[in-house]
């Protein structure tokens, strides 16, 4: 070892934080919790209670944190080869693999304990049985193994919503389950749009994802088949009455737009529409579930 390295002063305190912070995916936190106290908010008629609404956004973010660093430490060498992730903490070499299991085991167990102690058992459980779903069923087992790895480990993704519904009543509903419904229909044209311009990657990075195991035509037209199962699923809101007008208009609007991508992907695609169409996926779930809380307490009937 020269004496350069060993005078080489290590990361900062910051750089560390930020290190770590990139190990929970902070974006992708972002959109579970968001859609978690909209579960919480459309549980209850009026507002719900300040703190369990606080514990469970905190406690679901820790465990939604803590399992995404281990897909993080599972997926590093698969990271390291793909031009959307290999700035990530690991592949740099930033953080090793005690650092980042330590930090799950911290940030998860918090949140889990947090959930016990101020929301309920129920969405403790609940919540780590999401944790393991993700961490463990999908990334271990069915991301690897299998092109419908997003299908099925998309259960997983759409938990929030119903995690935040359990947080407020104690209960599941069946509101609550269109709810997860809307996330499980909504997660394989979301992530197929993204997988079919990252294709190439997912082929280097030996994952059997559905444009490398059946082609891109394939893929092409599963796109449009699920957005219009997702259009069917994001209407039944206001066939049960959980919804009314202003989220029947909105969902139109959205699925509608949604359905266009889909339509331009099956018939004329290129790499610059299947982004543009990943990217529209993420804002059509945040407006929708937006739509939902605004009919929630804005409620217009349909007659």
């Known amino acids: 070892m ?10 900062s305190l910051a750089q560390q934080a930020r290190d770590f912070a990139a190990l929970a995916k902070p974006r992708v936190v972002l959109l579970i919790v968001f859609c978690a106290v909209i579960g919480m908010f459309l549980a209850t008629p ?62 998860g167990g918090t949140g889990l304990v947090l959930l016990y102690v101020w929301v ?23 991301k690897p193994n299998t092109p419908q790895n997003i299908v099925i480990g998309g259960a997983s993704g759409a938990m929030p919503p119903l995690l935040g519904w359990a947080a407020i009543t104690g209960t599941v509903s069946h509101d609550a389950m269109i709810l997860f419904l809307i996330i499980f229909a909504w997660t394989p044209p979301h992530f197929w749009a993204l997988a079919l311009y990252r294709r190439e990657e997912y082929a280097r990075a030996g994952l ?42 909105a969902t139109l609007l959205l699925d509608g737009v949604f359905l266009l991508y889909a339509w331009r992907i099956w018939r004329n695609y290129s790499d610059a529409l299947a982004r543009a169409t990943f990217r529209y996926s993420i804002l059509y779930l945040s407006l929708l579930f937006a739509a939902l809380l605004v009919d929630h307490y804005v409620p217009i009937g349909l007659g």
């Not at 698969?78 to 911290?106: C, E, H, K, S, Y």
């Open 120 to 142: 309920n058992v129920l969405t403790m459980w609940l919540t780590l049985a999401t944790f393991v779903g993700y961490a463990i069923i999908y990334t271990v087992l069915l």
């Open 208 to 249: 059997p994802m559905l444009p490398v195991t059946h082609g891109e035509l394939f893929t092409r037209l599963h796109v449009l088949l699920y957005t219009i199962i997702l259009t069917a699923v994001t209407l039944l809101p206001v066939a049960t009455r959980m919804s009314g007008a202003i989220y029947l208009v």
């Open 46 to 107: 009026g507002l719900p209670r300040l703190v369990p609404v606080l514990a469970a956004t905190i406690g679901i973010g820790l465990v939604a944190g803590a399992a995404a660093a281990i897909n993080c430490l599972v997926e590093q060498k698969i990271d390291a080869v793909m031009a959307r992730t290999r700035a990530r903490p690991l592949p740099r070499g930033q953080l090793n693999n005690r650092q980042t299991l330590a930090f799950a085991l911290v940030v």
């Open 2 to 11: 020269s004496v350069t390295s060993l005078n080489k002063p290590g990361p």
